[in-house]
């Protein structure tokens, strides 16, 4: 496999508030993680990273997962541990009063992929067949998209685009969606927090991922195209290229 990460703070915000990474474990199996954080008094960096942090440190000793089930698991248990973290020090530190974070987080072994998020930071695949996104956001938009209040259309301009319906940290309890999918070489995963989303359509980032550039050239040019378009967000993305050896007959990480 091969990851790129990448960060940028936009043409408009004082500061960063996006937080994430791509992590290996034992056995060379990767963790990817955007979280975009948010509240506060201007805590919402806080809450990413510590979401991030706590999502690291975990990955790093773990021994491997062997199973979607197995994956699942693990992410459910650490995205727990997180929310209670983060809402812990909510309550402890007045000026991290309301602060949370959306988050995307993706366990990549070389057989299938499993991927769990709150709030309205996406996944999408790439592969040979379709380019789709393969989370559903967690907001007030795409419920009223979803009610057939508004059209997909009318929910890329509407006033409260970014308002969201789950997010980690904000409360007590929180429920992730978590799913496993199969891949295969040559296949391309991309999250990335709405800072991107917002400025660049589905079509422009498939055309994006159909390229055969580098996957860090990839990233350079969506992020530079929503900056163009304004960049009034912070935007932040992972691109992971599932990708074998041909030599050696496995993946190069």
């Known amino acids: 496999m091969e990851g790129h990460f990448l960060t940028d703070r936009g043409q408009v915000r004082s500061h960063n508030e996006d937080s994430g990474g791509i992590f290996s474990n034992n056995h060379d199996q990767y963790l990817a993680i955007i ?3 948010m509240g506060g008094h201007q805590a919402g960096d806080v809450a990413s990273e510590m979401a991030t942090t706590i999502l690291e440190e975990k990955w790093r000793i773990n021994n491997g997962v062997t199973s979607p089930e197995e994956a699942e698991e693990w992410l459910e248990k650490a995205l727990i541990e997180a929310n209670s973290s983060i809402f812990q020090r909510s309550k402890e530190k007045a000026e991290c009063q309301g602060m949370g ?11 299938f992929i499993t991927v769990a998020h709150i709030g309205d930071s996406r996944c999408y695949l ?21 009610s057939g209040q508004i059209s997909k259309d009318d929910a890329l301009v509407h006033p409260r685009k970014n308002v969201v319906l789950r997010a980690l ?33 589905d079509g422009e980032l498939e055309e994006s991922m159909k390229s055969t550039n580098q996957i860090d050239q990839v990233g350079k040019h969506l992020v530079d195209l929503a900056n163009e378009r304004g960049g009034e967000d912070n935007v932040s993305l992972i691109i992971i290229q599932h990708e074998t050896s041909v030599e050696e007959g496995e993946a190069s990480c």
Do not use: M, P, R
């Open 35 to 37: 979280a975009d954080g």
């Open 101 to 111: 974070t959306t988050i995307v987080v993706a366990v990549c072994t070389e057989d």
């Open 126 to 146: 790439f592969n040979e067949y379709s380019f789709k996104q393969i989370t559903e956001d967690h907001s007030l938009v795409n419920a009223l998209v979803q």
């Open 169 to 201: 940290g904000t409360s007590e309890l929180v429920e992730a969606d978590i799913q496993t999918i199969n891949w295969e070489d040559g296949d391309k995963l991309l999250l990335c927090s709405d800072g991107l989303t917002d400025k660049v359509l």
